[in-house]
């Protein structure tokens, strides 16, 4: 049995995700055994479980923050789109089948619902605290009947609930009031707190609106958290990233309708040797260091994507004059000879899609299968990435081989094989490993490439963990912290 708590918002984006990271690492700093808890998460940045299941990469991040290993059980259900109206449909970490919109949000819903308190009571045998992230708004009237992520989800837990807004949007004394408006009655018992989120400015300006707000709706402000300067986490979604510039080396960071796994690239954004430009047409491309393809979740449509805004000629020309160009999945797969989609997986129809012929490498798309594994690489075949040992992981359908070519890396599975993996020119480079750009000393070399000299860095997860404890310090000192975890409730 854990004591459990939740954190659900008025919107998306209002900062759900880092107060739970933050609920988590402060309660870790007790002393205490906790984890986060998302029933559905939609996100096209996932992250693989030593079990070899995926989840949104924002639960493995508030794991993280809780320092306890990542769990399908964090996120039993993600949605990850993958074409106009359609989404695959993650249960437990494995595949199971596209769906589209109407029909998912129609069907099965009682039944993901078990599914996901499964999952919370599986937490709750092995943790102290559980804190419970809602999904977007809590309080939409079109989707209220068929959320299993906020309301529904709390009623049947008996959670303690705090919505949360984000100020710096404007707004939000009427988004409090809106929300708990169109909360259902018996819902509305266990909201016990508003927090307002992301405020800049003179606390004192906001007396007299929190006085009315906590006179209209009977509920608490408990907590005012200010706007975190320069916050280095990683977005949860493509709607949060941008551009960064100031570091030396420029990295051209292809952004294709579906852009997956894109921490890949904000690992970049950690070292203040990187600037890096996200680019969605050939006006944009402009002079860069290098180039960089992240991963897919329709690369099929992307390497079309590609085509109609000629940047695959940009990046043909580029690589043929020396650029170092990289790509990592699917990524990796548009950078080889074709694609060929006989079951129609990928691009709804059976197909072949021609790739920009850098590399000599053909993707087939067998069979709904994916491939989930954290991998170590051991040995790297490029004089780009040091000889060092370094970790990573694969999230994939296509099954990219090589023609002929030199792989990349030796990388040890899961399993404990050891097998060749990606393929590489002088400078152009494909592999199907995310997050080796974590690693302090495979940017360093990148970096020795352009600067002529090789630097110390930290590795992206070492940054992370110093910016959990300020973020967690930052939310103890401007919320009734003690209210909020007196309140949690035994599940």
Request: proline share 4%; hydrophobic share 40%; glycine share 8%.
């Amino acid at each position: 049995m854990a004591k459990v708590f939740a954190i659900f918002g008025t919107s998306s984006h209002c900062g759900k995700t880092t107060l739970v990271a933050a609920f988590c690492r402060a309660l870790s700093n007790r002393g205490f055994r906790v984890a986060p808890f998302k029933a559905q998460n939609m996100s096209l940045n996932s992250y693989v479980t030593p079990e070899g299941g995926e989840i949104a990469r924002a639960q493995a991040l508030q794991a993280f923050a809780s320092r306890t290993e990542p769990s399908v059980h964090m996120n039993p259900v993600l949605l990850k789109p993958s074409g106009r109206m359609r989404s695959q449909l993650v249960l437990l970490g494995k595949p199971v089948r596209d769906i589209d919109a109407k029909r998912y949000f129609s069907e099965n819903k009682k039944e993901l619902l078990e599914i996901a308190l499964k999952s919370l009571k599986q937490l709750c045998s092995k943790f102290d605290f559980v804190v419970i992230e809602g999904a977007g708004s809590a309080a939409e009237p079109n989707l209220y009947e068929s959320d299993i992520a906020n309301m529904n989800l709390a009623q049947r837990v008996g959670a303690p609930v705090y919505i949360v807004c984000d100020i710096d949007r404007g707004g939000c004394f009427a988004s409090f009031i809106g929300t708990l408006e169109i909360i259902k009655a018996e819902h509305k018992k266990l909201v016990k707190g508003f927090i307002i989120n992301k405020f800049r400015g003179e606390i004192s300006l906001l007396k007299g609106a929190i006085e009315y707000t906590e006179r209209k709706t009977g509920v608490r402000v408990v907590g005012v958290v200010p706007y975190i300067d320069t916050l280095k986490l990683p977005s949860e979604d493509s709607v949060s990233i941008s551009s960064k510039i100031g570091g030396k080396i420029v990295v051209a960071a292809i952004r294709y309708p579906y852009i997956s796994n894109f921490t890949d690239l904000e690992d970049f954004m950690l070292d203040d040797r990187f600037s890096v430009k996200f680019v969605t047409s050939v006006e944009e491309f402009g002079e860069p260091s290098l180039v960089i393809l992240p991963g897919s979740k329709n690369v099929a449509h992307d390497v079309l994507w590609l085509k109609k805004t000629r940047l695959d000629q940009k990046i043909q020309c580029f690589a043929q004059n020396g650029g170092l160009v990289i790509g990592v999945c699917g990524g990796y797969q548009m950078l080889g000879e074709r694609i060929e989609d006989p079951l129609g997986i990928e691009g709804g129809r059976p197909a072949t899609y021609t790739g920009l012929a850098l590399l000599p490498v053909v993707t087939v798309f067998k069979r709904f299968h994916k491939i989930l594994e954290r991998v170590e690489v051991l040995e790297s075949n490029h004089p780009l990435f040091p000889k060092s040992v370094f970790k990573g992981y694969e999230i994939r359908m296509g099954e990219p081989k090589r023609l002929g070519a030199k792989p990349l890396f030796v990388i040890k599975t899961a399993a404990g094989e050891k097998v060749e993996e990606g393929c590489a020119t002088q400078n152009v480079i494909g592999t199907s490993v995310h997050g080796i750009f974590e690693s302090g000393e495979v940017r360093s070399a990148i970096a020795k490439r352009f600067l002529g000299f090789e630097q110390p860095q930290p590795s992206s997860w070492e940054i992370w963990d110093k910016e959990l404890d300020r973020i967690a310090n930052v939310v103890q000192e401007n919320t009734d912290f003690e209210f909020v975890i007196q309140s949690a409730r035994d599940f």
